[in-house]
Structures are given as structure tokens and as C-alpha cells.
Nanobody, 120 residues
Framework: QVQLVESGGGLVQPGGSLRLSCAAS????????MTWYRQAPGKRREFISV???????NYADSVKGRFTISRDNAKNTVYLQMSSLKPEDTAVYYC??????????????WGKGTLVTVSS
């Protein structure tokens, strides 16, 4: 059974940094492209970044140059290093596979996410 557990969120001042982690289980992690999404209050979930199983990366324009995605296949973990944070980065952050993985019920599976709040 797939499980994605995000961690590392918290309250940070504008201009600050955070590193998010996502531990995956129930999948052969090294075979999957991994992604980060976020959902701000009252908004739809949006794509942030992807890292392929070969290590190639891509970013949404809104975070390019400020966020860095990485992975450690030995730990089945994907990371998101966030710097120069802005109030508009406030959101719940989720990781997933690409394409989005399905749960036992056939629906898209999402973990609980981790909340990032950027505020002074």
C-alpha cells in the first residue's frame, strides 16, 4: 500500500528558507518521477516541481530560481529546498509520483501534506 508522508513545514519569515521532505513507501521509489504540489487557501492544487527517476528537474515559473528539488533513492525520500520565501508561498505542500499514484480505491492518492506559512 502506497504511503507518502510529507514533513518539514512551519512558520517562516519572508526571505527565509525551509526544507521539506517526503518519505515514500509501498512503491519502487527509484523507478518513479517524483513531484511537489501545493494548495493555497481557497485555491486549486498546483504543480511546483518534478524530478525524474534519472535526476532531471523542472519547476513552475513561480518558484524557479528559489526552490530546488532533490531525491535520495536510498532513503526513498524526495526533498524540496525552499529559499527567498514569499507570503504567496503559504500553502499546504504535497508530494506525489508522476503520474499521480492511485490508491486501493482507484482514486488519486494524496498524503496529508505539510503546511508552510510565510509571514512576519
Amino acid at each position: 500500500q502506497v504511503q507518502l508522508v510529507e514533513s518539514g513545514g512551519g512558520l517562516v519569515q519572508p526571505g527565509g528558507s525551509l526544507r521539506l521532505s517526503c518519505a515514500a513507501s509501498g512503491i519502487i521509489f527509484s523507478l518513479y518521477d517524483m513531484t511537489w504540489y501545493r494548495q493555497a487557501p481557497g485555491k486549486r492544487r498546483e504543480f511546483i516541481s518534478v524530478i525524474t527517476n534519472g535526476g532531471s528537474t523542472n519547476y513552475a515559473d513561480s518558484v524557479k530560481g528559489r526552490f530546488t528539488i532533490s531525491r535520495d533513492n536510498a532513503k526513498n525520500t524526495v526533498y524540496l529546498q525552499m529559499s527567498s520565501l514569499k507570503p504567496e508561498d503559504t500553502a499546504v505542500y504535497y508530494c506525489n509520483t508522476n503520474p499521480i499514484i492511485k490508491g486501493r480505491d482507484g482514486m488519486d492518492y494524496w498524503g496529508k501534506g505539510t503546511l508552510v506559512t510565510v509571514s512576519s
